[in-house]
């Protein structure tokens, strides 16, 4: 079937407005992951879903991260209060089992926080 | 800090040479590697897996070798074209089971 989609594909936000990101992973995949990647590194681990059930959150930079899968499908990154440092590429990415899979990335959603 | 890391930040070969990319990493608990390319404004693609129990694995056009003596891996792309060139990302399966730890990427850049 299609891929992970994510939306919007860019955004740009005031200091201080909040923000959702969404990611819609590959039908069925049990498993879903919050990556955050600044420019020019590799993207860092936010958060881990398996269905709707948040297991890790460790990677979430302050507690102006949350993230939720009410359903276990579709998930939604908010950021509250959008900080300049928050600029970055968030990347979504879901795998068929729990562990050590295959996690199969979205195109990502460039942030801008001005 | 960071236990996944690349040895050369770029790479440049001419179309139909074969090229390498190498990364190291400090975890001897490490079991499971993956290989990503990212092309510009896209996220990682994967290209190709290995666990700790084998020492190579092969794909179309790609090789993966680890070295767990000396913590090692590579990747290898046979005759490279154009469309090989992306920033390539080695990633290891933290402690967790589940979480990718991603290294800084190398640029590989393929002239005519």
């Known amino acids: 079937g299609a891929g992970v989609s994510q939306s919007p594909r860019y955004k740009v936000a005031k200091r201080g407005q909040d923000v959702a990101l969404r990611c819609d992973p590959i039908?069925?995949?049990?498993?879903l992951f919050w990556y955050q990647q600044a420019l020019g590194q590799g993207p860092e681990f936010l958060t881990y879903?398996?269905?709707?059930?948040?297991?890790?959150k460790s990677g979430l930079p302050s507690d102006r991260f949350f993230a939720e899968r009410p359903e276990g499908s579709v998930s939604t990154l908010k950021i509250q209060r959008t900080q300049q440092e928050d600029s970055a590429v968030y990347l979504c990415?879901?795998?068929?089992?729990?562990?050590?899979?295959?996690?199969?990335f979205g195109p990502g959603t460039r942030l801008l926080v001005l | 800090g960071e236990s996944v890391g690349l040895h050369l930040p770029t790479l440049s070969v001419q179309e139909g040479d074969n090229s390498i990319i190498n990364c190291a990493y400090s975890?001897?608990?490490?079991?499971?590697f993956i290989w990503y390319k990212q092309e510009s404004g896209k996220g990682p693609q994967f290209i190709i897996d290995?666990?700790?129990?084998?020492d190579k694995r092969q794909g179309q056009r790609v090789t993966v070798l680890l070295n767990k003596t000396v913590k090692h891996l590579s990747l290898q792309i046979a005759a490279t074209q154009p469309g090989d060139s992306a920033v390539y990302f080695c990633?290891?399966?933290?402690?967790?089971?589940?979480?990718?730890?991603f290294g800084k990427g190398t640029s590989l850049l393929v002239t005519p």
């Open positions: 975890n001897s608990a490490s079991d499971y």
């Open positions: 290995i666990r700790s129990n084998m």
């Open positions: 879903f398996q269905n709707e059930a948040q297991l890790d």
């Open positions: 039908s069925g995949h049990v498993s």
């Open positions: 990415a879901s795998s068929f089992g729990p562990a050590e899979e295959t996690q199969y």
């Open positions: 990633a290891e399966i933290l402690n967790s089971g589940y979480a990718l730890n």
